[in-house]
Antibody, heavy 123, light 107 residues
């Protein structure tokens, strides 16, 4: 069974850092583009970042968050620095539908999602 | 950035009803649109991709249509398991954006 399992969430003070992990099973992460999507309490979904052959970030996190992956561990990461109260959310990792080719990772929908990990930024 | 606007925000319906949710993009996104279902405490589930393609394993009671800037999700003959929140999302270019969501409630 294909599964994504996030971890690393918790309570952190404003200005602090946190690193989220997303462990994949039943698939090889390096074959796909992967994203982080977040959802503030009671709010809608917000795309945060994507790693394909390049990395992409929303303006709200650019310069503060870094997406990466360790292919040997089949795990996706999100390093979050300079955290703000407005970063409080459930963070989901999500897999792109469709493979990356040797040349590109086409834009695509997210066909597999994790269960999410909660990040709370508060003093 | 491309803005996605869903309507209505809340929809009350009964088991057996046919319902339609609309999604409008602020500029043309061709057919690069997905629909998701989300239940409380869970990650979203992909229902429709490329505007009208049914994701594998999803019941054919769900269908999508549209292109350019106007899209719809239709659920025929609502079942109790369908009461959830639905989101549209474009993947035409970065940044990907989602609609604000439509909460489908039992009347």
């Amino acid at each position: 069974e294909v599964q994504l399992l996030e971890s690393g969430g918790g309570l952190v003070q404003p200005g602090g850092s946190l690193r989220l992990s997303c462990a994949a099973s039943g698939l090889t992460l390096s074959n796909y583009a992967m994203s982080w999507v977040r959802q503030a309490p009671g709010k809608g979904l917000e795309w945060v970042s994507t790693v394909a052959f390049k990395t992409f970030y929303s303006d709200s996190v650019k310069g503060r968050f870094t997406i990466s992956r360790d292919n040997s561990k089949n795990t996706l990461f999100l390093q979050m620095n300079s955290l703000r109260a407005e970063d409080t959310a459930v963070y989901y990792c999500a897999k792109y539908k469709g493979f990356c080719t040797s040349a590109s990772c086409p834009h695509n929908a997210f066909d597999i999602w994790g269960q999410g990990t909660m990040v709370t930024v508060s003093s | 950035d491309i803005q996605m606007t869903q309507s209505p925000s809340t929809l009350s319906a009964s088991v057996g009803d046919r319902v339609t949710i609309a999604c409008r993009a602020s500029q043309s996104i061709s057919s690069w649109l997905a629909w998701y279902q989300q239940k409380p405490g869970k990650g979203p589930k992909l229902l429709i991709y490329k505007a009208s393609s049914l994701e594998s394993g999803v019941t054919s009671r769900f269908s999508g249509s549209g292109s350019g800037t106007e899209f719809t999700l239709t659920i025929s003959s609502l079942q109790p398991d369908d009461f959830a929140t639905y989101y549209c999302q474009h993947y035409n270019s970065y940044p990907y954006t989602f609609g604000q969501g439509t909460k489908l409630e039992i009347k």
